[in-house]
């Protein structure tokens, strides 16, 4: 097996395998380094009875740059991934009855650009779901993938990369290193006189939010409703709003709905704090549909460390690293864009540095502050 590359990308989520697929398709000598046993990071595929679904809510607003990055996506697979624009305004829960969910007013959650995302009157229906687009992306690899391989540290010699340490014993070298994980292990990865003082700042104290989910496989069709819920009861607290969405159902016998909230990454380590999100998701859930959560067929807890955040860390031009030649970042946190729609616009600018790509994405608007 070797351990001498021309590419090694760090996450096999959704902008790691884009632009691991379109490398190795190029003949490039290109590793997927992954920690996880499999590829495909947060989205991928969940079995539920009667159905496959995505691992949580995977959904996309109808915007422009969300249709560009998806374009992006159908030209890597060679595939029609788009299938219809929904109208869908978003619904709440108050005064005993659905109506349409109209803001939040004066008092937006801490989360409240999470949310947005979410939140759009407009979404994409999908000929191809989320968790088809990383295994049709994987299968068409043609690199070597090290599973359960956590990138330790990397290796810096004369401002390049030289290797980078897995799993604290094994070294894998390479002349272009593409880093697609959340931005807060660059704190880890890299060795401190390599990040400026400002940057290791900012990506110490920006915010980022642990996602927990929870789905549900219910024994009858509770709606036929399919819009996306914002529930958030009478009363304020610091847990915040859940949203969730039911999906279509063919039959009365069954049907699967999915919900998520946002937890403060500090706050998420406390096994309390995550319960007291769990419930509360589910009292309002029980509290806009009474017969939901009775005779569950299945139900399934998920929580995502630094599944997003808000970070302002200001890359080179080609999307390199400042003072690291040769470290692209490919992490979809790294965009202006939320979500799936960052995942793959940030690929789509890497592969475009690195020569991959014949279009850009759009360039994310810089704060001239942190300039």
Partial sequence: ???????????????GLCIAHQLSQQNANVALVESLDVAGGSNKKISFPHSEVNNGLRLMPATESALKSVEFLENLLSLKIVKSIQ????????????????????????????????????????????????????ERFKGQFFPRSIATRFQIENDKVASILVNGSKTLKAENFIFCGPLRELLLLVPEKFLNSRLRQRLAKNNFWTLVGIDFSHSSRITDLNSVHVLNGTTQDEIGPCLGRFLPSTDQAHQVSQWITFVDEAEAEDTEVIAASLKKMKRQIKRAYPEALENLQT???????????????????NQTLPGIENLWIGSGQAHMQKNLIGALSQAQLVLAALGFASAAADQPELNPDLA
């Fill in 1 to 15: 097996m070797s351990t001498n590359f021309d590419y090694i990308v760090i996450g096999s989520g959704l902008s």
């Fill in 87 to 138: 109208e869908t305004q978003p619904v709440t829960f108050e005064g005993g009855q659905i109506k349409p969910f109209l803001g939040f007013g004066e008092n937006p959650p801490d989360f409240f650009e999470e949310l947005q995302y979410f939140t759009s009157a407009t979404l994409i229906d999908w000929n191809l779901e989320p968790y088809e687009w990383t295994r049709l992306l994987f």
């Fill in 299 to 317: 139900e399934r807890i998920s929580v995502t460390p630094l599944y997003s955040g808000i970070n302002e860390i200001k890359l080179q031009g």
